[in-house]
């Protein structure tokens, strides 16, 4: 099973993008879905997650960024308005899963980059 993103792209200081990540084939039970970015240079950081229950966000993106999912589909979504220079990175879907019952794995996206830039 392999997380699927899509939606990232360039847009200019101040406005949105929508990412979206599919966690296709045939999965148990998916517990946590989030998104994570690296900057150049920098290290992964949390962006925001989903357990389904709760939604948390960096402190940076707080106000600006929303987390949805898509239980029925096993999609989760990053809506990014009022975007700055500051968030251009690569975009990384994660998810905790459980392909079969009694397992749980972590799944990782390929990575999707979002760049801010007049």
């Known amino acids: 099973v392999q997380l699927v993103e899509s939606g990232g792209g360039s847009v200019q200081p101040g406005g949105s993008l929508r990412l979206s990540c599919d966690a296709p084939?045939?999965?148990?039970?998916?517990?946590?879905m989030g998104w994570y970015r690296q900057a150049p240079g920098k290290q992964r950081e949390l962006v925001a997650t989903?357990?389904?229950?709760?939604?948390k966000y960096a402190d940076s993106v707080k106000g600006r960024f929303t987390i949805s999912r898509d239980a029925a589909k096993n999609t989760a979504y990053l809506q990014m308005n009022s975007l700055k220079p500051e968030d251009t990175a690569v975009y990384y879907c994660?998810?905790?899963?459980?392909?079969?019952?009694?397992?749980?794995?972590?799944?990782w996206g390929q990575g999707t980059q979002v760049t801010v830039s007049s």
């Open positions: 989903d357990t389904g229950g709760s939604t």
């Open positions: 994660h998810a905790v899963v459980a392909v079969i019952p009694g397992e749980q794995d972590t799944l």
């Open positions: 084939g045939r999965i148990y039970a998916v517990y946590v």
